[in-house]
């Protein structure tokens, strides 16, 4: 069965190179590909469909990603989440609220590659 990855954040771009970014490095890994442009649009993702591993972006307008993130660790089944900012604070406050990887958008784009691959339900 697939890994089942879901991209938040509200920039189409990043959405774009972080999708293709993972299917070439992921090549090794059955893996699909949902994303989303908003909080809202996220929770109804992971309440339709089985989620492993949201790469979640910290700063959207109106529902954030912390509180996505909020209610994400309030469900039994909670998906791994990384938390992607290029804000050094939000990140830090993204590992108290749960996050099970933080990875700034600003650094190295392996960073992100390596925080997927540490969250793969087989590790």
């Known amino acids: 069965m697939p890994v089942q990855i879901l991209l938040v954040d509200d920039d189409s771009a990043l959405r774009f190179m ?3 970014l993972l299917h070439g ?3 090794d890994v059955a893996h699909e590909i949902t994303e989303a ?15 492993d591993l949201v ?3 910290l700063h959207m307008p109106g529902f954030s990603g912390h509180s996505v993130l909020e209610v994400l660790k309030e469900g039994p089944d909670s998906p791994c989440v990384i938390a992607w900012s290029a804000d050094d604070a939000a990140l830090a406050v993204a590992v108290r609220e749960g996050a099970d990887q933080v990875v700034p958008k600003n650094g190295d784009v392996n960073l992100l590659v390596a925080a997927v691959y540490d969250c793969l339900p087989s590790n």
């Open 18 to 20: 972080a999708r293709h």
């Open 55 to 57: 790469v979640l972006d």
């Open 37 to 51: 442009s908003t909080g809202p649009a996220a929770l109804s993702v992971c309440a339709e469909m089985h989620i």
């Open 25 to 27: 490095e992921l090549v």
